[in-house]
């Protein structure tokens, strides 16, 4: 099946600093990828869409100055999260749709554990 | 009330036990669904996609109920690496999926 990795896969940083994380799609070209959070024992929530060549689209209540997303190219998409605080420690998942196959398929990267403290 | 709910959990199963559990969605609009497996400190898998006949694959078998707004999932001939959480998945008919937080299932030796 499809592959998508993403980096770092655990990160620990202090409080106030940025985090960047990456998510590629790795045998497959992926025009939209989504950024995910999931905090412990909850639902996976949505934070953004993510458009090769284009803005990304927000859910409401997530910063966009906060939380900067780039799709630069169709296997790459990147979260920054800037100056980040311990309430921002979570998983966060990408995934990504392969535009050449099934619309309804989603294919999730290992996520990355944020700590911030 | 939330878009997709699944009763969280634990189910304690003994191995080789059949166990259901079931997800109630809102939204009579939903175009389709799935129930992707998480294991714990992992991202979910795909685990099946739900038709509207019902479907089987090996040990698991997902039902869908339109009209009472629910998707079902049987797990027969539980085994121990059958635990995980279970979540549900809604998708809208603008491809945008909506997440249930998951049922916890263990089964015991």
């Known amino acids: 099946g499809a592959v998508v990795s993403q980096h770092p896969s655990r990160v620990i940083c202090k409080s106030g600093t940025s985090v960047k994380i990456e998510c590629r799609s790795l045998?497959?070209?992926?025009?939209?990828m989504f950024w995910y959070r999931q905090f412990p024992k909850q639902s996976l929530m949505l934070m953004a869409t993510?458009?090769?060549?284009?803005?990304?689209?927000?859910e409401q209540g997530v910063e966009k100055d906060k939380f900067l997303i780039n799709h630069a190219s169709l296997t790459l998409s990147t979260l920054t999260v800037t100056s980040a605080h311990p309430e921002d420690s979570s998983f966060y998942i990408c995934s990504a749709r392969d535009i050449a196959g099934n619309q309804e398929t989603q294919y999730f990267g290992p996520g990355t554990r944020l700590l911030v403290l | 009330r939330k878009e997709v709910e699944q009763d969280p959990g634990p189910f304690n199963v003994p191995e080789g036990a059949t166990v259901a559990f079931n997800c109630t969605y809102s939204?009579?609009?939903?175009?389709?669904f799935f129930w992707y497996r998480q294991d714990c400190r992992k991202e979910p898998k795909l685990l099946m996609s739900?038709?509207?006949?019902?479907n089987e694959d090996g040990r698991f078998t997902a039902q869908l109920n339109r009209a009472s707004q629910y998707i079902s999932l049987l797990i027969r001939d539980s085994k121990l690496s059958d635990s995980a959480t279970y979540l549900c998945?809604?998708?809208?008919?603008?491809?945008?999926?909506?997440w249930g937080a998951g049922t916890k299932l263990i089964i015991k030796p």
């Open positions: 993510s458009n090769e060549g284009s803005k990304a689209t927000y």
């Open positions: 998945v809604v998708n809208m008919a603008n491809y945008q999926l909506i």
């Open positions: 939204n009579s609009a939903s175009q389709s």
């Open positions: 045998d497959f070209q992926a025009t939209t």
């Open positions: 739900v038709y509207s006949s019902g």
